[in-house]
């Protein structure tokens, strides 16, 4: 908002991250967003802790966290709640509060009545956030949607305006509160939906002979089907896809609608699958584990970012450490965040550090730099030359051909 204009007043409690960012440092990695900050006018951006300063804004947006709770499967609103009230307290006549967190279907109109009740003259819409990490710079300059929700028409057409102006030709949708809510929660159920699909097709080629990236690059063919996240491997994870089928889950239970989203359920557990395979592949492979060493290649729960949240990678690192294995994890940028999370395991920065004299290698997040290897030259680092490609994206001739023997699940290799 602030590379395109605006003057912009970003708020956190943690003062930690406001003071990394007062020094011109991004306390995350997001291809990009260091460059695109160090180009802003220091007069259009600046950061703050404290809610005051924003008392004067036109539009407040809510870009807060919901994780899921510690005690069930239901979304954390606490945080979201907290920042709300917070800027209820300054929010001025006339000012609207924009929610882009994803929350439970009910969410918005619950906050409406709350804000009718003491601020009748500030608007409240829910504007769903649809953008990727590692492509956030992309999805919110040019998004493939914009979604209002509002009371009325009438309530949405402020943000409708600023939008317009920024991106006049996106498709923009007027909804009221709980189908904007729904758009966001539904696109992420069948975001994993089609990567959960494709993880199922795999466990049944496992069992046939069949090879699921052959049989997903088939289907994905048909346009009506389309090849886009039908990458089988060791499944989604990550703060959003794994959180919200549950969140969702949850609400369906609360609105006696369990049966409607059954199949959710399915997919979750298709999903936590796939990384105990991976795990099966990889003990067949090693036999005992104990004193055998594993390179993984990758942390992150996806390329191009630095968040281990439910990391499949991570996971799968975890368990055959526990198992026995002396686990070596690299990764390009969530080394920090990696060793945070999990600090039992051993990590190093350095690739050819990782590979030497690794018994087997797992390649479980597909940063580009692990596929531009080269597996002739690499092969001299490691004690037996076999991989594990976790994601389906190494080329099996290329490797093969320098003398690897490569594993994947649901791949007739
Ligand atoms: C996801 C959605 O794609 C965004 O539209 C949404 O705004 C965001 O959640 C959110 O709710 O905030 P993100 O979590 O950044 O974005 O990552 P994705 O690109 O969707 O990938 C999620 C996971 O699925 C990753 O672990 C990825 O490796 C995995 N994946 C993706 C597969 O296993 N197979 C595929 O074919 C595609």
Redesign the pocket.
Known sequence: MASLGHEVIAVDIDSQKIALFNQDVVPFFEPGLTELLSKVKKSNLTFSTNFSDISECDIHFLCIGTPQSEDGLQADLRALESAFNSVIEIAQPGSIIVGKS?VPVGTAERFAVTLNKSHPEVLLNWN????????AIA?TLKPNRIVIGARTEQEAEKLANFYREISPEVPLFITNFATAELV?VA??AF??T??SF??AMSEVADATGADVSLLADAIGADDRIGR??????????????PK?IRAFLARADELGLSESLQFLREFDLINQR?RVRAVAMALKELGAPKGKKVAVLGAA???D?D?VR???ALEIAETLHTLGAHVVVHDPRALESAAEKIPELTYSNSIEETLTGADLTMHL??WTNYRDLDPMIIRKLVNIPTIFDG?NVLDATKWQSAGWKLLALGRAL
């Not at 769903?128 to 492509?135: D, M, N, S, T, V």
């Open positions: 994803t769903p956030e649809f953008l990727r990490e590692g492509h999805d966001k696109a992420n975001l994993a089609k990567i494709i993880n886009k996240f039908l990458g089988a491997g060791i499944g989604f994870g990550g703060g959003c896809l919200d796939a729960f996806k390329p970012s968040d439910d990391s499949p997040t597909e994601r």
